[in-house]
């Protein structure tokens, strides 16, 4: 990712209402989980830290990024510890590491992205859990992926068939952003269209009463997804899989 993208997440990732919100559906996601005390916990690909301090609230949490701009701004946060790496080939930490692996948004900028799954995987403690963000949709593909190197984007059966090789099982899939999904999609195809130059309309914070309009209305579906439920379609998916537990 190019640095001045991340100088605009790490001004914006604790205000805009789209990291705020998908926090929300996360903290819901990962509360369903049932966690052990004082787990051990990996953001892969932690980017400036968006997440890292959602994080800290069920376990133990190291960072993994492979860009020290972006580290240095991880290392700001609290209780954390930050590492240097890349997926899938250099991943500092020893197998069966972790109970839980989270890989947000990052996984569509990966170009071998089974084989980093299957590397995340093997530092994945029998019975960890791993959890996967990605955007939704490839015609859907914006100068917002562009900018953020991204190869694809995913519907749930694609994202499954990377996932599954690895011998992890799914557990629990949905689409995100629902909401906010038929005027996303006719924005940007109008734009494809005429051919109208993008903005990375994550960049930028909007009016207050816009911003907590779009965070409430967002915020519902963590709601819908922290009962279990699956959304049929969104602008992001959200994935989370297993590695079998030792039989006794």
């Known amino acids: 990712m190019d640095h001045q993208n991340y100088v605009t997440m790490a001004e914006v990732q604790d205000k805009h209402w789209w990291f705020r919100a998908r926090r929300a559906i996360l903290r819901r996601t990962l509360a369903r989980l049932k966690l052990p005390p004082a787990a051990r916990i990996l953001d892969a690909g932690c980017g400036t830290g968006a997440n890292l301090r959602m ?7 190291w960072g993994m990024e492979y860009d020290q701009f972006a580290i240095d701004f991880a290392n700001k946060i609290p209780k954390t510890t930050i590492a240097h790496g890349f997926l899938p080939d250099d991943i500092p930490f020893a197998s069966t590491t972790f109970h839980l692996v989270t890989v947000l948004d990052v996984l569509s900028c990966i170009e071998s992205d089974g084989e980093a ?28 992926d562009r900018a953020s190197h991204h190869y694809r984007r995913y519907t749930i059966s694609r994202l499954i068939a990377a996932v599954e090789p690895s011998g992890l099982e799914v557990r629990f899939s949905s689409y995100f952003n629902t909401a906010l999904f038929l005027p996303i999609v006719m924005i940007r195809l109008m734009k494809k269209w005429l051919r109208l130059l993008e903005g990375d309309d994550v960049g930028v914070i909007p009016p207050r009463w816009v911003n907590q309009i779009l965070l409430h209305l967002f915020k519902l579906e963590s709601g819908i997804i922290g009962w279990g439920w699956s959304l049929p379609f969104g602008v992001s998916v959200l994935l989370v899989a297993q590695k079998p537990p030792i039989k006794k």
Do not use: K, M, N, Y
């Not at 994080?55 to 949490?61: A, I, K, P, R, W």
């Not at 299957?118 to 917002?144: C, E, K, N």
């Open 117 to 144: 799954i299957a590397a995340l995987a093997q530092r994945l403690a029998p019975g960890g859990w791993l959890v996967i963000t990605a955007p939704a949709f490839d015609f859907l593909f914006s100068s917002h």
């Open 55 to 61: 994080l800290t609230e069920f376990g133990q949490v």
